[in-house]
């Protein structure tokens, strides 16, 4: 893989403008906060998607969810991303359903780690407990994402894992909140790599200034 920017910058890119105020809408939340949260939450998505993709089952696995969501909940790429959006926004049965798989999403990036990322996030960011219903309006939209990547760069399960295992280095390598939270959530051994305080400070300081 041959690009100079992260999947979570091009994401990020694409959600600027009317999908950004709808979450920050859904979330009670004003833009500029929204968006630093939406731009530290999706770093550390990728890269745990990235960590777990490095064993083939998981990779597999992946694939198979991908392929599944491409015909079922998820549109062809992100040409439909605001009828996406709309389903995982708006209430009725379509909203449920989104909400439904989007937790299942969830378990598969974050595995018995999830609760621990909503609370990093929520602290970090000052989302509180509104950070698992942004990671939950984000998780089809990134299953959407990389279904479109599989889909333009022709990739197979090993294909993905290794792009993948790229965005999850580019995320460590670049640090800022992302990358502290993801190398919290990876840090299971306890070795003091990564603290949450300091995510914590570093997070109080940012959305402070930005006031």
Do not use: C, Y
Request: aromatic letters at 2%; charged letters at 10%; hydrophobic letters at 45%.
């Amino acid at each position: 893989m041959n690009t100079t920017s992260s999947w979570a910058d091009e994401l990020m890119a694409q959600l600027q403008g009317a999908p950004m105020q709808q979450m920050a809408q859904q979330l009670g939340m004003d833009a500029v906060q929204t968006q630093s949260a939406v731009a530290t939450a999706l770093p550390m998505m990728l890269g745990a998607l990235g960590h777990n993709a490095q064993q083939p089952a998981a990779a597999a696995q992946l694939m198979d969810s991908l392929q599944q969501g491409q015909g079922a909940a998820m549109p062809q790429g992100l040409g439909g991303l605001g009828d996406l959006l709309g389903a995982v926004l708006g209430g009725g049965a379509a909203g449920g359903a989104s909400q439904g798989g989007a937790a299942d999403i969830l378990g598969q990036i974050f595995g018995a780690s999830q609760q621990k990322a909503e609370a990093g996030l929520g602290q970090a960011t000052g989302l509180g407990n509104q950070a698992g219903n942004l990671l939950q309006m984000l998780a089809p939209i990134v299953m959407a994402f990389l279904a479109q990547r599989v889909q333009a760069g022709g990739l197979d399960a090993g294909g993905l894992g290794q792009a993948l295992g790229q965005e999850k280095a580019r995320v460590q390598n670049q640090g800022g909140l992302g990358g502290g939270l993801l190398g919290s959530l990876l840090d299971q051994d306890g070795d003091g790599q990564v603290g949450l305080s300091d995510l914590i400070k570093i997070g109080g300081s940012l959305f402070g200034n930005r006031r």
